[in-house]
């Protein structure tokens, strides 16, 4: 058995009382989707997920922290050739995603409903073809800084999981996130793709516009649209 290391926990796991639809969603809906033996109770030994057995070989994206899923599925809907994996530890968030793959009918989706680190540590090395970090939280307290994603704890697994040459897209509206991530992550082995200004400025010609962003673009802050490439 591995030990399991100690790792604290900072965001919401539980929001509003769900409505008798979404208990639904996650009863009949989520067992289903679970990409497979993820949590430390089913796999202490952390052996790595079958993406072969899950995905039948097409490539697999990851999408770190999925909101309410619209993107999840959007790009599920774009990309039928490609298997993609959601982490998002807000049930409220889950069930809102499950709801929306029942009326798309995607199939290629796979929901890991807790930590994505965990999720990584099952993720078999250089696995993962692109991955997606939109509007993570922002931790907005200077002394809060060492929770947000583009950290070494949470870049390094990820780096190990994705394959050389994989994509790496960060969208936020946070100026502050923004320089901590191009400090960050091509620390973990990245490299930063832009090349002129509309590279970072204008969004992906696959994009969704979610409804963290509407709510960014309401109060007056602007996007910024991140695109790296893993090196090796």
Known sequence: MTDRPHRNFYGRIKGKTLKDSQRTYLAEDLDALSPGPVSWEDNPDRVPLDLEALFGGRPVWLEVGFGGGEHLVH???????????GAEPYINGV???LGKIRRAGVDNLAVHPGDARDLMDVLPEASIARAFLLYPDPWPKTRHHRRRFVTPEHLDPL?????????LRVATDIPDYVRQTLEEVPKAGFEW????????????????????????????????????????
Do not use: C
Request: hydrophobic share 40%; net charge positive; charged share 25%.
């Open 75 to 85: 790009q599920a809907g774009l990309n039928p050739d490609v298997g993609i994996i």
């Open 95 to 97: 069930a809102m995603l």
């Open 159 to 167: 780096a190990r999981v994705m394959q050389p040459g994989a994509v």
């Open 193 to 232: 793709l832009a090349e002129r200004p509309s590279d970072w400025r204008a969004p992906w010609d696959d994009w969704l516009s979610t409804r963290y962003e509407q709510k960014a673009l309401r109060e007056g802050r602007v996007p910024h649209y991140l695109t790296f490439r893993r090196l090796g």
